[in-house]
């Protein structure tokens, strides 16, 4: 999920940990010295600027996620158990079941609605709305960015199917999901997945109602939203705060515990440090570089610390032209030319600079895309058993000793490709790029550091900073040249770092099997030694990268589809498109006075049982 976030400590990256509960400090003069303003019933709390939406099927960014879990009950949620672990538990639906093989291999799942499940404007929720609105949240015509988390439903391979000019094959097609009465719901998936209860706890499998959005600007008027979660919005003055109230109507509103909560919109750390210090927002989201080694001194018990799978990491537009004028390469040579140069632009990066000297904050420097956390079926991590060498992990060496190497190699790939000045040690025909980021002073920073890097090698890089909303879209459109991402867990798996990437993926901002890079036959792909009839020699994107993953997705055999998600991250890897800076942890200041406080490793955080201590 993407991730707006830049900084955070070191600390456990096991998927199981939250470690997020408030203080039991009852001081009502915060550790600031101003007066809190936080009373029994309101909660103040910045996230980030105003989010680009919250329609649960179309949002893809960590804020907005967090918000439509405070507004929608789907089928499953994340809670705490007695313990305080994370587990995913019921929500919409009486019980999590168990799936009934078929004998074709399909996997049927039967839920049972709650009795008694509304609407916040009273309707009742049906099994009718789960139905409607997953397949719209799969389908074509809404096209969201999240909609192939759908692939691994029976049918959602037949609504995707077109022919050679784009049409569909099965214009009938729809996902096997259906309403057999108003509280059973079913739903057959292609083979069994393990990791199929989270995605019920997951946003984009959050029910919505057909005659609601309808409007298509339904999830950005508090008088249009309807929801059917903890929460309703109240108040929504755009840019400045989404004010959310307690829903009488949710099933469980008796355990919510915060009658109302106020998101504040901002994207300037120093204004959000500023708003916690004086006591009038009780947690943050982001902290301001300069600050962190004050405030972990100063804030022992408001600097907060948590769990979080994710990757910090600068991705390369895949269709930016990256040889010089005079070049005469042309389609798959010029490919596997800029492939080979972007892989080298990313051995000039020190990554432990990075997390040392600009971030400060503990960080991971990263060799791999897919986080630390992640584990292999026999408990090792994954990025551990990443790459090709027996001297380093994943697919760089990252420690300080390797850097002086790491750069001369570098020096001498790009020599094959641009002119080098042997008296100042640069390249001189290198083309002019941009460098997108948002606004964050942390984002700023090493954008800044991306562009000393590459100046020092002769490359003229331009920093562009955009707003978050315009952000996300100019980097979706494929509208830059290398541009700062990161990317949080969906849920316990590395699929979820690797499906993002076919061709059809709304978060597939690099562009893969997009535009000039579609037609593009560089790619190979040989799994007959895994027992499967597929081997492509130079085949495109769509014919090798899209058919790995669906191979993946319907794979049941663990130990064989851990091995073909490592062949997916060799994949993506050797492109020189994405690149790893490092592993996420979180941090966020939190006020010692909020209780009942939690958060998972997906970013996700969960304001609807605290209470503020007096």
Known sequence: MKKIIALALACSMTFGLVA?????????????????????DSLAVCLASEPDTIDPALNSAVDGGTMATHLFS?????????????????????????????????????????EGLKWSDGQPVTAGDFEFAWKRAASVELAADYGYMFEIVDGYADVWDTDADGNPVNPDAEL????????????????????????????????????VVANEAWATDPSTYVCNGPY???????????????????????????????????????????????????????????????LKTEYPDEFVVAGQ???????????????????????????????????????????????????QGGQVPASSFVAMGMTNPDGTEFYQTAGDSDDYYGYYNVSEEAFESNYNEAIEILKKYYTYDEATGTFTDIPTLSYLYNTSDAHQAIGEYVQSAMSGVGATVNLENQEWNTFLNTRKSGGYSIARNG????????????????????????????????????????????????????????????????????????????????????????????????????????????????????????FMYTTIAE
């Open 20 to 40: 997020c509960g408030g203080g039991s400090s009852s001081k009502e003069t915060t550790a600031k010295g101003g007066e809190s303003t936080a009373s029994a």
């Open 74 to 114: 789907g089928l499953a949620k994340w809670a705490q158990d007695e313990s305080g672990k994370l587990v995913i538990a019921p929500d919409a639906a009486e019980e999590l079941v168990e799936g009934v093989e078929n004998e074709d291999g399909t996997v049927t799942y039967t839920y049972t609605l709650r």
């Open 176 to 211: 096997n999901v259906k309403a057999l009465d108003d509280r059973t719901l079913e739903v057959t998936l292609s083979n069994y997945v393990s990791y199929w209860n989270e995605l019920l706890a997951f946003p984009t499998y959050f029910p919505v109602r057909e005659d």
């Open 232 to 294: 309703v919005i109240t108040d929504w003055k755009h840019n400045s705060v989404i004010t959310m109230e307690k829903n009488p109507e949710y099933i469980d509103a008796d355990e919510v515990t915060m009658p109302r909560i106020d998101f504040y919109l901002s994207d300037d750390n120093n204004n959000m440090l500023t708003n916690f210090k004086n006591g009038e927002w009780q947690l943050i989201d982001d902290i301001p570089t300069n600050e962190i080694a004050t």
């Open 309 to 359: 799978i994710g990757t910090y990491y600068v991705c390369w537009n895949i269709n930016e032209n990256l040889l010089p004028a005079g070049s005469t390469l042309e389609g798959a040579e010029k490919a596997e030319a800029e492939a080979e140069i972007r892989k080298a632009f990313s051995l000039i990066y020190d990554r432990n600079y990075i997390v040392n000297d600009i971030a």
């Open 487 to 606: 990317w949080l867990a969906d849920y316990n798996d590395p699929i979820s770092f690797l499906d993002m990437w076919v061709s059809n993926s709304g978060n597939n901002d690099v562009q893969f099997g997009k535009g000039a890079n579609k037609d593009i036959a560089i790619y190979d792909l040989d799994l007959t030694e895994y027992g499967y009839d597929v081997k492509v020699e130079d085949g495109t994107w769509a014919q090798t990268y899209d058919v790995l993953i669906s191979t993946i997705k319907s794979c049941t055999d663990e130990e064989v589809r851990y091995e073909l998600m490592h062949l997916a991250e060799d994949m993506l890897m050797d492109t020189g498109c994405i690149v790893p800076l490092y592993f996420y942890t979180d941090l966020y200041m939190l006020d010692d006075s909020v209780q009942g406080f939690y958060s998972n490793p997906l970013g996700f955080k969960y």
